[in-house]
């Protein structure tokens, strides 16, 4: 079981090695790639190097696979202009591309995983209410922080940050994004914290 675990995970680094070099290739501006692209190569290394000292659960792996497609879409074709946003746009009847908020969200859900697993397995917090107020709390400073970063970006770049950016002009864009990492979160701890705890007690065993 431990070996096919980790050969599919050498198989999805593979795989999301090999996205990243055909997202870059093709990305519609370089720059912004980068940017977007950034954290998904932080996490990477990170997963790495912790590996063996601190493997995670097959949830949280597999839910960082899936952040990091949606980020490296967002990156290859800016989030403003994602074909799946249009689709849903018109799903939905508005008039942005509301690609970002799926990026958002997962923001909010994926973080809420780590947190949960570190805060956990630690034994750093006591209590499940008190459990879930933390988790919320850090997904909440995680997004702000990301959104102070995004704000630091806009001012050394100017004009040249609209497309990492993302924003379509709505001035409630800021305001919105932490709206749905929030949910994000929520949506961790009321349907996905049972699933989480049976695999965290499992790589504790």
């Known amino acids: 079981m431990i070996q096919s ?17 055909y997202s870059g290739l093709h990305a519609f501006d370089r720059a912004t790639w980068a940017m977007e692209v950034f954290p998904v190569i932080i996490a990477m290394a990170v997963m790495v190097a912790s590996y063996r000292r601190f493997p995670l659960t097959t949830l949280l792996y597999v839910c960082i696979c899936v952040h990091a497609v949606v980020l490296i ?6 989030y403003a202009r994602v074909p799946l946003g249009f689709q849903i746009a018109d799903l939905l009847h508005v008039e942005r591309n509301p690609y970002d908020k799926i990026g958002h969200f997962f923001q909010g859900f994926v973080p809420a995983l780590v947190a949960r697993e570190i ?10 209410r008190m459990l879930g107020f933390v988790v919320v709390c850090i997904v909440l400073a995680i997004s702000a922080a990301y959104e102070l970063i995004e704000w630091g970006a806009a001012e050394m770049l100017g004009q040249g940050a609209d497309e990492f950016l993302g924003t379509q002009g709505y001035a409630w864009d800021t305001q919105s994004d932490m709206l749905m990492a929030l949910i994000g979160a929520v949506v961790v701890l009321l349907f996905f914290a049972r699933l989480h705890d049976r695999q965290i007690a499992a790589v504790q065993q």
Request: glycine fraction near 16%; charged fraction near 10%; hydrophobic fraction near 55%.
């Open 5 to 21: 675990r980790t050969f599919a995970l050498l198989y999805s680094a593979a795989l999301m090695l090999g996205l990243l070099v």
């Open 73 to 78: 879409v967002g990156g290859v074709y800016t």
């Open 119 to 128: 805060l956990i397995r630690g034994a750093h917090v006591n209590g499940r």
